[in-house]
T-cell receptor, first 109, second 116 residues
Framework: SQQGEEDPQALSIQEGENATMNCSYK?????LQWYRQNSGRGLVHLIL?????REKHSGRLRVTLDTSKKSSSLLITASRAADTASYFC?????????FGPGTRLSVLP | GAVVSQHPSRVICKSGTSVKIECRSL??????MFWYRQFPKQSLMLMAT?????????EQGVEKDKFLINHASLTLSTLTVTSAHPEDSSFYIC????????????FGEGSWLTVV
């Protein structure tokens, strides 16, 4: 399937540390997106990176894309307790997107 | 920015009854909306694609007679869980695609359904 897969599945860090999550996918894509979901809430779009981009920044977020390895990473720098959430990568599939299983990030104060 | 509203956020119903969940795009027209189901600590599973003015396209394994989807206008799609059973208890999320804003999908806040 096209489904992206994140690793690690769960990550627990201290406030102030950096958090890195990885996503792998199987077929060629035009873009890849990262979403955040607080527990029991909807998803919030974080960032979209296109296939011709290698790196993109948004505030404390840094996303990389390596199309040769079919992988992407999301780095959250100087993490805060409020960053505690699940993070999903999503890749296009028809007119929709396929979501990976997600990484559950816990940032401890 | 674009906002998608989902209602109700939580609903408890008795087995055998039907429940309707609404998904509205508040400041854009959404020709396409998506309905997902999410179990605890799992990812989103696409149930169906809802296109305005036409029948929904259901994913394999999703019973169209049980999960009725109606997309009667460019701003509203509804999901009706018919003859609900406890195993239908789940978190249901809708999303809407604003083609005018490019390739980004906006999500509702989700609806917790508990069938007792």
């Amino acid at each position: 399937s096209q489904q992206g897969e994140e690793d690690p599945q769960a990550l627990s860090i201290q406030e102030g540390e950096n958090a890195t999550m990885n996503c792998s996918y199987k077929t060629s894509i035009n873009n890849l997106q990262w979403y955040r979901q607080n527990s029991g809430r909807g998803l919030v779009h974080l960032i979209l990176i296109r296939s011709n981009e290698r790196e993109k920044h948004s505030g404390r977020l840094r996303v990389t894309l390596d199309t040769s390895k079919k992988s992407s990473s999301l780095l959250i720098t100087a993490s805060r307790a409020a960053d505690t959430a699940s993070y999903f990568c999503a890749t296009p599939w028809g007119q929709n997107f396929v979501f990976g299983p997600g990484t559950r990030l816990s940032v401890l104060p | 920015g674009a906002v998608v509203s989902q209602h109700p956020s939580r609903v408890i119903c008795k087995s055998g009854t039907s429940v309707k969940i609404e998904c509205r795009s508040l400041d854009f027209q959404a020709t396409t909306m998506f309905w997902y189901r999410q179990f605890p600590k799992q990812s989103l599973m696409l149930m169906a694609t809802s296109n305005e003015g036409s029948k929904a396209t259901y994913e394999q394994g999703v019973e169209k007679d049980k999960f009725l989807i109606n997309h009667a206008s460019l701003t509203l799609s509804t999901l009706t869980v018919t003859s609900a059973h406890p195993e239908d208890s789940s978190f249901y999320i809708c999303s809407a695609w604003d083609r005018g804003l490019g390739n980004t999908i906006y999500f509702g806040e989700g609806s917790w359904l508990t069938v007792v």
